[in-house]
């Protein structure tokens, strides 16, 4: 049976340094969660790019995350995913909430220690690493 899933982690960062680790993080996430046979959404990866939606505007940080969420929940049986290894964010918090609220399954998981370092291998090793700056880190 398909498994659909939101999938919680932090995007904002009080740095352009511990931005790029919650990316990290997040796909990181996403990858965890497809290897278990889930199809995950982790709309703060699709809706930040450059190009889409700003999170630093607040119009447009709250414009990504309510379409993500109504998104998730026209889906059918979805479960929300919160992967806490960074600590749990405000952004993250309102997802969890609202799962809550909308009577979800909520699943707290963590990919444990020398997560960083085994994405950042998978990263370099990606065939578009260095299109996603993976280019000698």
């Avoid at 982690?9 to 740095?15: A, E, I, Q």
């Avoid at 889930?38 to 379409?67: K, V």
């Avoid at 960083?116 to 993976?134: D, N, T, Y």
Wanted: proline share 4%; charged share 30%; with cysteine.
């Amino acid at each position: 049976m398909i498994k659909f899933v939101d999938i919680e982690t932090p995007y904002s960062g009080k740095s352009e340094e511990e931005i790029r680790k919650n990316l990290l993080y997040a796909r990181a996430c996403v990858r965890d969660s497809l290897l278990r046979g889930e199809i995950p959404f982790a709309s703060h990866l699709f809706y930040t790019q450059p190009g889409i939606l700003d999170d630093n505007i607040p119009r447009e940080r709250d414009m990504g995350i309510n379409a993500g969420k109504e998104l998730i929940e026209a889906l059918p049986d979805i479960s929300t995913i919160v992967y806490q290894d960074l600590g749990i964010s405000r952004g993250m918090q309102y997802g969890i909430d609202r799962a809550e609220q909308n009577g979800r399954n909520i699943e707290y998981r963590v990919l444990g220690a020398g997560w960083e370092a085994k994405e950042l291998e998978v990263a370099k090793k990606h065939s578009h690493a260095l299109l996603w700056g993976f280019n000698g880190l």
